[in-house]
C-alpha cells in the first residue's frame, strides 16, 4: 500500500519561474512531513519539513504548505534555479508510533532550463 | 560534522554470496536508519537502532538479512545468500533529537 504518494513522475520548469510539487498521504497517523532533494550517485538531503500543527513552514526560496483535511502537501521554490533540478521525495513520519521511520513518495524529477 | 559515511560505495557480487555493508552515522547521534531504494521508488525502511538497541524491523527484512550496531556507534547490514531481486540502494541515515534525518551517499548493491 502506498502511503504517500506523488502523483507527478516530472515536471519542467523555466529558471526564474514557480516549481510546484505535491504530495498524497493516506496514513491519519503521519504528523511530520518532510521534503528532500537528491542528486545521482547521493544520498538524499534534508530540504525542509513541517509538523501538523503548522499549515506553511518556509525557509528562503522554498515553502511547504500543508492541508490535513486533503491529506495533501506541496513544496514551492521560488524562484526556481538550474541547481535545484534533481529528484524530490515527499517523506512522512508519525512520531508518536513508529520510532521516527520515515515513509516515502516515489519521487518527482525536476528539471529547471535555463 | 563528517556527515553519513557508507562503506563501500559500490559492490557487485554473485548471487549465493554473502555481502555486508558499513554505516558511520553522525557523532553523537543516538538513532540509526537504514532504507533500501530501488529504481524508480522512493526509499523503503528497513530498520532502526537506538544505540546498539535494533528497535523495529520491517517485514522487508527477511531472515537472510541481519544488520548490528554493536557499541551504539557503526552500523552493519550483512545479506546472506544474495539474490537478484536484493540489486538497490542501501541507505543509512541518523539523527539525534529532532526528526530530520541525514543520509549518506548510499551503497549501490548488484547482484549478478
Known amino acids: 500500500d502506498q502511503q504517500v504518494k506523488q502523483n507527478s513522475p516530472s515536471l519542467s520548469v523555466q529558471e526564474g519561474r514557480i516549481s510546484i510539487l505535491n504530495c498524497d498521504y493516506t496514513?491519519?497517523?503521519?504528523?511530520?512531513f518532510l521534503w528532500y532533494k537528491k542528486y545521482p550517485a547521493e544520498g538524499p538531503t534534508f530540504l525542509i519539513s513541517i509538523s501538523s500543527i503548522k499549515d506553511k513552514n518556509e525557509d528562503g526560496r522554498f515553502t511547504v504548505f500543508l492541508n490535513k483535511s486533503a491529506k495533501h502537501l506541496s513544496l514551492h521554490i521560488v524562484p526556481s534555479q538550474p541547481g535545484d533540478s534533481a529528484v524530490y521525495f515527499c517523506?512522512?513520519?508519525?512520531?508518536?508510533?513508529?520510532?521516527?521511520?520515515?515513509?516515502f513518495g516515489q519521487g518527482t524529477i525536476l528539471t529547471v532550463h535555463p | 560534522d563528517t556527515g553519513v559515511s557508507q562503506d563501500p560505495r559500490h559492490k557487485i557480487t554473485k548471487r549465493g554470496q554473502n555481502v555486508t555493508f558499513r554505516c558511520d552515522p553522525i557523532?553523537?547521534?543516538?538513532?540509526l536508519y537504514w532504507y533500501r531504494q530501488t529504481l524508480g521508488q522512493g526509499p523503503e525502511f528497513l530498520t532502526y537502532?537506538?544505540?546498539?538497541?535494533?528497535?523495529?524491523k520491517s517485514r522487508l527484512l527477511s531472515d537472510r538479512f541481519s544488520a548490528e550496531r554493536p557499541k551504539g556507534s557503526f552500523s552493519t547490514l550483512e545479506i546472506q545468500r544474495t539474490e537478484q531481486g536484493d540489486s538497490a540502494m542501501y541507505l543509512c541515515?541518523?539523527?539525534?533529537?529532532?526528526?530530520?534525518?541525514?543520509f549518506g551517499p548510499g551503497t549501490r548493491l548488484t547482484v549478478l
Open positions: 557523532s553523537e547521534h543516538n538513532r
Open positions: 537502532f537506538q544505540n546498539e538497541a535494533q528497535l523495529e
Open positions: 541515515a541518523s539523527c539525534d533529537l529532532g526528526d530530520e534525518q541525514f
Open positions: 496514513n491519519s497517523m503521519f504528523d511530520y
Open positions: 517523506a512522512a513520519s508519525a512520531r508518536g508510533t513508529s520510532y521516527g521511520k520515515l515513509t
